[in-house]
């Protein structure tokens, strides 16, 4: 064989192998046989979107479906999380699983996903089309109106509040906010909330600060609503900095070891709690109800409960914290 010859026929084989690594693209990282689900979280830091991770884990390993779980290091990087959902479309995964990090920015992607035949599941925070499987959730303005209720009974009625909150775009703490915002006003007309609305970004440092500036500004405070796991983080380390512990009431969302230890030790009056590992497992069964032909519910409300120093101990809130 001369070299011409040699030449074209290895050149042919290197079309070749492209081409099949081409249209194999979307097969990659799949187990042959295997549905695909990618669950896609605003952040992966948190110990909210470990838990879950547990759940969709549990789903998988329940329903013989791979899980693949990526997202954004931090909850604020919209194009980050975008920029994931646009992967796995192109890896042609069997269905997505995703918490929007802002309820219009991520509309698009998710509705190019529907349009490739690749069902697409919303969970813990809502998203601005109807385009879409199953909304699995917390009530998250019912969660903001227990704070709410919570607070106002804690203060007698009485006293000066703030909410810090996470980021303007966020549905479901957007939702919070409002839910204890309404319910101060209606129930509470004797408490001082403060107008303005601060938001720490999802970040437990930046929190920080905010609390920090919020104490400062008004010494006068006796109440903070934090609407998340970073900001309660960041509300509760002001708190226990400047010894207010039992003189400013914090009403928090979400739990983590630190947290929990924050209602132990007094520094936390109270969490709302959500339940992470079951939107996690009931958002991947969802997907694997429609591809076998089923009607998922449309919406499935995770529901709602709140922690106390009264009640941590019990099988139900050790369930949901651990």
């Given at each position: 064989?001369?070299?011409?010859?040699l030449?074209?026929?290895?050149a042919?084989?290197?079309?070749?192998?492209?081409?099949?690594?081409?249209?194999?693209?979307?097969?990659?990282?799949?187990?042959?046989?295997?549905?695909?689900?990618?669950?896609?979280?605003?952040?992966?830091?948190?110990?909210?979107?470990q838990?879950?991770?547990?759940g969709?884990d549990?789903?998988?390993?329940?329903?013989?479906?791979?899980?693949?779980?990526?997202g954004?290091?931090?909850?604020?990087?919209?194009?980050?999380?975008?920029?994931?959902?646009?992967?796995m479309?192109?890896?042609?995964?069997?269905g997505?699983?995703?918490?929007?990090?802002h309820g219009?920015?991520?509309?698009?992607i998710?509705?190019?996903?529907?349009?490739?035949?690749?069902p697409?599941?919303?969970?813990?925070?809502?998203?601005?089309?109807?385009?879409?499987?199953?909304?699995?959730?917390?009530?998250?303005?019912?969660?903001?109106?227990?704070?709410?209720?919570?607070?106002?009974?804690?203060?007698?009625?009485?006293?000066?509040?703030?909410?810090?909150?996470?980021?303007?775009?966020?549905?479901?703490?957007?939702?919070?906010?409002?839910?204890?915002?309404?319910?101060?006003?209606?129930?509470?007309?004797?408490?001082?909330?403060?107008?303005?609305i601060?938001?720490?970004?999802?970040?437990?440092?930046?929190?920080?600060?905010?609390?920090?500036?919020i104490?400062?500004?008004?010494?006068?405070?006796?109440?903070?609503?934090?609407?998340n796991?970073t900001?309660?983080?960041?509300?509760?380390?002001?708190?226990?900095?400047?010894?207010?512990?039992?003189?400013?009431?914090?009403?928090?969302?979400?739990?983590?070891?630190?947290?929990?230890?924050?209602?132990?030790?007094?520094?936390?009056?109270?969490l709302?709690?959500?339940?992470?590992?079951?939107?996690?497992?009931?958002?991947?069964?969802?997907?694997?109800?429609?591809?076998?032909?089923?009607?998922?519910e449309?919406?499935?409300?995770?529901?709602?409960?709140?922690?106390?120093?009264?009640?941590?101990?019990?099988?139900?809130?050790?369930?949901?914290?651990?």
């Amino acid at each position: 064989m001369n070299k011409t010859k040699l030449s074209i026929i290895v050149a042919l084989s290197l079309l070749v192998a492209i081409t099949f690594t081409a249209c194999n693209k979307g097969a990659e990282n799949k187990t042959p046989g295997k549905k695909t689900i990618a669950v896609i979280p605003k952040g992966v830091s948190h110990f909210f979107w470990q838990s879950v991770k547990a759940g969709a884990d549990a789903a998988g390993k329940d329903l013989d479906v791979e899980i693949i779980w990526k997202g954004p290091a931090l909850e604020t990087d919209i194009s980050a999380q975008i920029n994931i959902v646009e992967d796995m479309i192109n890896r042609q995964v069997d269905g997505i699983v995703l918490a929007p990090s802002h309820g219009d920015s991520l509309v698009p992607i998710a509705e190019r996903a529907q349009k490739a035949n690749i069902p697409v599941t919303i969970f813990d925070s809502g998203i601005g089309t109807e385009n879409y499987v199953s909304y699995v959730a917390t009530d998250n303005r019912q969660g903001g109106v227990e704070a709410a209720k919570r607070m106002g009974e804690k203060l007698g009625g009485k006293g000066k509040v703030a909410i810090l909150g996470v980021k303007k775009g966020s549905i479901s703490t957007d939702e919070r906010e409002e839910g204890f915002r309404e319910t101060i006003k209606k129930d509470f007309p004797g408490i001082n909330l403060i107008p303005i609305i601060f938001y720490g970004e999802s970040v437990a440092t930046k929190s920080l600060s905010v609390a920090e500036d919020i104490l400062t500004a008004n010494p006068d405070l006796t109440g903070i609503f934090a609407s998340n796991e970073t900001s309660t983080v960041g509300a509760v380390n002001a708190i226990r900095q400047r010894n207010l512990a039992g003189k400013v009431t914090l009403v928090g969302f979400d739990a983590s070891p630190d947290l929990v230890r924050g209602i132990r030790e007094g520094g936390i009056d109270s969490l709302v709690l959500q339940d992470p590992f079951k939107m996690g497992y009931e958002g991947v069964k969802t997907i694997m109800d429609k591809l076998a032909g089923k009607t998922p519910e449309r919406r499935i409300d995770t529901g709602v409960k709140l922690l106390t120093k009264e009640n941590v101990d019990t099988p139900e809130m050790q369930r949901l914290i651990k």
